[in-house]
């Protein structure tokens, strides 16, 4: 009995060691265990901000290479911007230099003569004749069998407003049109008998005298008063003239009621579809201008 006793404490003694040396071994393996997984956290830790650090550090570099990018392109845009401008400005300037260009060698080829205000003390000279004359259709003179020239680029404009109003059932016909300084002389004479010479002087063919020389103006008249100049303006071809003439470049030299010149509504000057399309919006007259704005119309009487 006291044998197995014995054993029996023996045994339980080992058990109990035993399951002293498994707790013993079961603690520190625990804590070995722990301690390496510490230690790994640490070293992953550790790890993880020093990789953190150079990941902050590179969206750094990225940051600042994008707002230098940013900046960059800021600038570019802006110098473009500015090229865009210099080019319209440089593109403007040579198309109004081209402008100019072409103005001055129209201008240069324009008679400088076709825009002048003749007066008593400034004429003509008595040699000048027109670059070009062509006769206009003898329908259109009064009497037919008159042959009547006019300066050559006037020309088409003149038969373009005889054969509108011959459309709108007018008989505006032509009883003059180009003199030489010849055949002034001679008409300047026949008035000076007729009338005696303080009269001839202020006549109304002294007037237009250098404007008919110059192979830019013409008297009208019409059937209705027989090929005659006075009672012109009781007419309706006359009252045509009055609202249609400027569309064809031409003015009435010198108007009614206007306080330098004796009114004569036959005698019409051409003067270019702009300048006298000016005249007729501001209700002037070619004579009541300015010389030097007439002038800026010249190199543009034929357009
Ligand atoms: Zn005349």
Same mark, same amino acid.
């Given at each position: 009995?006291?044998? !197995?006793?014995?054993?029996?404490?023996?045994?339980?003694?080992?058990?109990?060691?035993?399951?002293?040396?498994?707790?013993?071994? *079961?603690?520190?393996?625990?804590?070995?265990?722990?301690?390496?997984?510490?230690?790994?956290?640490?070293?992953?830790?550790?790890?993880?901000?020093?990789?953190?650090?150079?990941?902050?550090?590179?969206?750094?570099?990225?940051?600042?290479?994008?707002?230098?990018?940013?900046?960059?392109?800021?600038?570019?845009?802006?110098?473009?911007?500015?090229?865009?401008?210099?080019?319209?400005?440089?593109?403007?300037?040579?198309?109004?230099?081209?402008?100019?260009?072409?103005?001055?060698?129209?201008?240069?080829?324009?008679?400088?003569?076709?825009?002048?205000?003749?007066?008593?003390?400034? $004429?003509?000279?008595?040699?000048?004749?027109?670059?070009?004359?062509?006769?206009?259709?003898?329908?259109?003179?009064?009497?037919?069998?008159?042959?009547?020239?006019?300066?050559?680029?006037?020309?088409?404009?003149?038969?373009?407003?005889?054969?509108?109003?011959?459309?709108?059932?007018?008989?505006?016909?032509?009883?003059?049109?180009?003199?030489?300084?010849?055949?002034?002389?001679?008409?300047?004479?026949?008035?000076?008998?007729?009338?005696?010479?303080?009269?001839?002087?202020?006549?109304?063919?002294?007037? *237009?005298?250098?404007?008919?020389?110059?192979?830019?103006?013409?008297?009208? !008249?019409?059937?209705?008063?027989?090929?005659?100049?006075? *009672? $012109?303006?009781?007419?309706?071809?006359?009252?045509?003239?009055?609202?249609?003439?400027?569309?064809?470049?031409?003015?009435?030299?010198?108007?009614?009621?206007?306080?330098?010149?004796?009114?004569?509504?036959?005698?019409?000057?051409?003067?270019?579809?702009?300048?006298?399309?000016?005249?007729?919006?501001?209700?002037?007259?070619?004579?009541?201008?300015?010389?030097?704005?007439?002038?800026?119309?010249?190199?543009?009487?034929?357009?």
């Amino acid at each position: 009995m006291q044998t !197995t006793s014995l054993r029996l404490r023996i045994v339980y003694g080992g058990i109990a060691l035993a399951t002293l040396a498994l707790v013993v071994y *079961g603690i520190y393996h625990y804590q070995t265990t722990v301690r390496s997984l510490q230690n790994s956290i640490t070293k992953t830790n550790i790890e993880l901000l020093a990789n953190k650090s150079v990941t902050d550090q590179k969206i750094k570099d990225i940051t600042d290479s994008l707002a230098s990018l940013k900046t960059t392109n800021s600038f570019l845009t802006d110098a473009l911007l500015s090229e865009q401008q210099k080019n319209a400005l440089v593109i403007e300037q040579i198309g109004a230099v081209t402008s100019t260009v072409g103005n001055l060698e129209k201008l240069s080829k324009t008679d400088p003569e076709l825009l002048k205000q003749y007066s008593k003390v400034y $004429f003509l000279n008595e040699h000048y004749v027109p670059v070009s004359l062509s006769y206009v259709d003898s329908h259109f003179a009064s009497p037919e069998t008159k042959q009547l020239q006019i300066h050559t680029n006037v020309l088409p404009y003149l038969t373009n407003l005889l054969t509108s109003a011959q459309n709108a059932g007018l008989t505006l016909r032509l009883d003059s049109a180009y003199r030489s300084f010849g055949t002034q002389a001679i008409l300047k004479a026949k008035y000076r008998v007729t009338y005696g010479s303080g009269t001839a002087n202020s006549f109304s063919a002294e007037q *237009g005298y250098s404007e008919h020389q110059l192979g830019t103006a013409v008297d009208f !008249t019409t059937q209705k008063i027989d090929g005659a100049l006075s *009672g $012109f303006e009781k007419t309706p071809e006359y009252v045509w003239l009055q609202a249609n003439a400027y569309q064809y470049g031409f003015v009435i030299s010198y108007p009614e009621n206007n306080p330098s010149y004796q009114f004569e509504p036959w005698h019409w000057r051409f003067v270019g579809v702009k300048l006298a399309t000016e005249i007729h919006n501001r209700a002037t007259y070619f004579y009541a201008m300015d010389q030097r704005d007439i002038d800026t119309y010249l190199a543009n009487i034929f357009d």
